[in-house]
């Protein structure tokens, strides 16, 4: 049985007379307390698995971490009410968090969306170095790596997928999840946890189902990636920001083709 997965008895009403009822599948959602030392910061609405990436990658591009190794140890209990992502922060690190802790409860999986104030939003992000460059035409069959990840998705239509591809347009590893955000939190999560073992982790593209907003441009640049490809538009937000930061954004990316917003001289 799939993970994130549970399966409800329901009618169909089809070509004007409704069905015999039957089985029918549903992505879960569950909400997802992410807790520093003792202390709750942000529950999020997400699919329950994968939820140890989930911790690394919020952490990260939240800017409540610096590497992995400001962690210290993450533990995941499941209760009635939902599930709860105990981490034990660096007390160098816990301190900064409660100097600038804030209220949050995201129903989307978009930290940004509980912000109390606009400075808290609007972050300056250093400018990406100019390191690498891609062929676009490389990455015509990447739409079939984000479904291929989408394990819940394929059977409910309910997910959105991030994928970590090599300069050539390879697949490397990919998460789903209800939340577009939360996917790409554990992409990069994922993709820390690996980078101090495995060299293709460093330099790539991130691929999206979504569209590209102002907080997918910002946590992927948060983690010093280069590319972000995205399947639907980019908001004007986005684009501001990605220009800001030298970051390559490109929309309605598929086989192959898309809308540059910015970074083309890494396009080649």
Request: hydrophobic share 40%; glycine share 8%.
């Amino acid at each position: 049985m799939t993970v994130g997965i549970e399966s409800i008895l329901v009618r169909k009403f089809k070509n004007g007379e409704f069905k015999v009822p039957q089985f029918d599948k549903l992505a879960i959602e569950k909400p997802v307390a992410l807790i520093y030392n003792g202390i709750s910061h942000v529950v999020m609405m997400a699919t329950p698995k994968d939820l140890h990436y989930f911790a690394v990658g919020f952490s990260l591009t939240e800017n409540i971490i610096q590497s992995v190794t400001d962690i210290y140890g993450i533990d995941i209990i499941e209760n009635p009410k939902g599930i709860e992502v105990q981490i034990e922060l660096s007390s160098r690190r816990f301190s900064e968090l409660k100097e600038k802790r804030r209220n949050l409860t995201g129903r989307t999986g978009c930290g940004i969306c509980g912000s109390e104030q606009i400075d808290q939003v609007c972050q300056t992000i250093p400018a990406l170095p100019l390191m690498n460059q891609i062929n676009l035409a490389d990455f015509s069959n990447s739409l079939n790596d984000l479904s291929q990840v989408q394990h819940v998705g394929n059977k409910t239509g309910c997910t959105h997928a991030a994928v970590w591809l090599d300069l050539q347009g390879k697949f490397i590893a990919g998460f789903e999840d209800i939340g577009r955000h939360v996917a790409l939190d554990k992409l990069l999560g994922f993709r820390a946890i690996q980078l101090s073992n495995h060299p293709n982790y460093q330099h790539g593209v991130v691929l999206v189902s979504s569209r590209a907003s102002y907080e997918m441009v910002q946590k992927t640049a948060n983690c010093g990636v280069e590319f972000l490809l995205a399947v639907s538009a980019a908001t004007s937000m986005a684009v501001d920001l990605a220009k800001q930061c030298n970051l390559t954004l490109v929309g309605f990316f598929r086989g192959g083709n898309g809308v540059i917003y910015s970074g083309d001289d890494r396009l080649v």
